[in-house]
């Protein structure tokens, strides 16, 4: 399984980015997957998770603001992230597993990383 995920960058405050997920050799057909950054000093968060039947889950952090979508056919979740702050600079993760889970935010119950993209918000 290899998952990539691309759409990292630097924006000013205010301003909106949308990640990119791909997922390939993952012959699952329930699955979740989901979103962390790591913030510097920081451990890995959870910020928004997406499940094959298209139910979501957001942190509280960045509910309102981030978006988190799923393409079946293209084994491809989006996090479209709205009125982003410094706070928000973080590598992002995207991550996958199959079946479900009783905490989709939890990085300990997903099996399959991707290497991350850095978002950088500063003015």
């Known amino acids: 399984v290899y998952i990539v995920e691309s759409g990292g960058g630097s924006v000013q405050p205010g301003g909106s980015l949308r990640l990119s997920c791909k997922m390939s050799g993952f012959g699952y057909g329930r699955y979740y997957m989901g979103w962390f950054r790591q913030r510097p000093g920081n451990g890995r968060e959870g910020i928004a998770a997406i499940t094959s039947d298209q139910t979501t889950y957001y942190s509280a952090s960045v509910k309102g603001r981030f978006t988190i979508s799923l393409d079946k056919v293209e084994k491809s979740s989006y996090l479209q992230m709205d009125n982003l702050s410094p706070e928000d600079t973080a590598l992002y993760f995207c991550?996958?597993?199959?079946?479900?889970?009783?905490?989709?935010?939890?990085?300990?119950?997903?099996?399959?990383w991707g290497q991350g993209t850095q978002v950088t918000v500063s003015s």
């Open positions: 991550a996958a597993s199959p079946e479900s889970t009783r905490d989709y935010l939890k990085q300990n119950f997903y099996a399959f």
